[in-house]
Each structure stands twice: as structure tokens, then as C-alpha cells.
């Protein structure tokens, strides 16, 4: 039985809750972490709520099977990097509304402040530094006064990821050469990432 189809602008109204549910999920862990002790009290927590978060905890893969069409958003090849950046902050500010475009490649989002952004095609991993600039180590390069860097990814499956990381421990983390890491290794990094479908992205894009 076929399942009903879902509209892009339904889907983009299911993934900001998604993300606004681990964005509380995320505050909530973090005000239990900073509580006092000992406490004057143990808080009493509703089960219904433990319940809930029980079956929302289990591990999951960054590409999760979905319906999407196997559509990319981004163009392979050299030659595309701009025009690709391009598209993908575009499409970024409009799936996010905590997202600020500031120019080509910062943006403002959130709790997260001020992030450089970067966009990619690789199937294996993200380029964060250069052969012929002063990219090589942390600090050569003036984005990297950056706290974080938003890594965004058309996997090529249907699906964009977007990753939210901490700039400097991914310039130890280079294993693709001297300058790409594996997306296992940003995955395990990242403070946040987020799924969205690439067929959401052309829509809301579209001229």
C-alpha cells in the first residue's frame, strides 16, 4: 500500500519541530548537568515525559531511510563551489529561521552564534583546509577566529545534512589526505546536525 504523499512544505514544518524538540531536549540535559549539589530536592519529573525520551534516545544514523526522492540540491565537480555555497545558504535560511545570512560565508544561528559556513558534494568527507594557503594549520586562515563552522552536505541520496562543529578539533581530526575529514568523524563531533530532504531545498529555492 502506497503511503500517502507528504507536501514540501509539510515536511519543512516536520523538521523544525523535530529540530526545536532536540534543541529543548538539548537545554533540558543541559540545566539537569548544572544543577546544584546536592540538590534541596529531588525535581520530580512527570513518567509520561521519561517515557517519551526513553524511546526517542535510541542511536541513529545521520542518513536515515526517508521517502525522498534520490535527488542532489548540489552540483558535482569543480567549478560549482561558489554557485553551490550560494544555494546552499539560500536554502538553509529558509528551512531554518534562526538562521541569518551575515554574507557568503558566515552566518548567525542561534545559541550558536556566528559559525563560518561551508558547503559539499564529497561522498567521503569535508576539505577544511587548502595545499595553497595558509590553511594547513589551525589558525592560517582568518575564519578560523570562528568558535564553529556549519558544514553543509548533499549527500546525494536525496538527503542534505547539516552539521554544527567546533572549529578547531576538526584540524586534528584530518585523515582524507592532509586536509579532508570523514564524515563518521564530524558526525561524532558535531554539537548538532540535522536531515533534510533535498527535494524541501529546490522548493523553497525555486525562482
Known sequence: MNKPS??????????????RTEELADQ????????????????VIDPEL???????????????????????????GNGHQAENKERALSALAKLEPEVEVLDRRTVRWGKWGVCHFAAYTHSKGAMISTPKRDGGAF???DWHKRDRIVLFRDAGNGQLIVYICPTKPLFSMR????????????????????VYAAADALSVTAT
Open 6 to 19: 507528504t507536501s514540501s512544505a509539510e515536511r519543512v514544518r516536520l523538521h523544525r519541530w523535530v529540530n
Open 28 to 43: 533540558l540535559l543541559d540545566h539537569l548537568k548544572s544543577g546544584p549539589k546536592p540538590p534541596p530536592r529531588l525535581p
Open 50 to 76: 521519561v517515557s517519551i525520551l526513553s524511546e526517542l534516545s535510541i542511536d541513529q544514523d545521520d542518513q536515515v531511510e526517508t521517502d525522498y526522492p534520490n535527488i542532489r540540491f548540489l552540483e558535482l
Open 139 to 141: 589558525g592560517g586562515a
Open 175 to 194: 585523515t582524507i589526505g592532509q586536509h579532508g575529514v570523514t564524515w563518521e568523524n564530524i558526525s561524532k563531533s558535531a554539537e548538532h546536525q540535522v
